[in-house]
Nanobody, 123 residues
Framework: QVQLVESGGGLVQPGGSLRLSCARS????????IGWFRQAPGKEREGVLC????????YYADSVKGRFTISRDNAENTVYLQMNSLKPEDTAVYYC????????????????WGQGTQVTVSS
């Protein structure tokens, strides 16, 4: 069964860090783009970051530039979202999703989604 599974969410204080993982089972991540999206309470889901099959990164949320980064470990079949200097406004459910080789900021372009992981930034 092909699926994506996120992990690594939790409660963190402002200024803290978290690393989210997106693991794929069923087949290799190697030739797919992986995007991270988030949905805050009462808001629409938005694109955050994406990494394409060759490792090129694309930011979709200006608010995370300089704080978040994305990487992939094909040997581990996992994509990571490193989040530093977290702010209360980063509080959301974070989702990873896969699509073809290139990135897109539109969630409708992604065909597989994880179940999401909650990130709460609060003192």
């Amino acid at each position: 069964q092909v699926q994506l599974v996120e992990s690594g969410g939790g409660l963190v204080q402002p200024g803290g860090s978290l690393r989210l993982s997106c693991a794929r089972s069923g087949f290799t991540l190697d030739y797919y783009a992986i995007g991270w999206f988030r949905q805050a309470p009462g808001k629409e889901r938005e694109g955050v970051l994406c990494i394409n099959w060759s490792g090129v990164r694309t930011y979709y949320a200006d608010s995370v530039k300089g704080r978040f980064t994305i990487s992939r470990d094909n040997a581990e079949n996992t994509v990571y979202l490193q989040m530093n200097s977290l702010k209360p406004e980063d509080t959301a459910v974070y989702y990873c999703a896969s699509r073809g080789r290139s990135c897109s900021g539109y969630e409708s372009d992604y065909d597989r989604w994880g179940q999401g992981t909650q990130v709460t930034v609060s003192s």
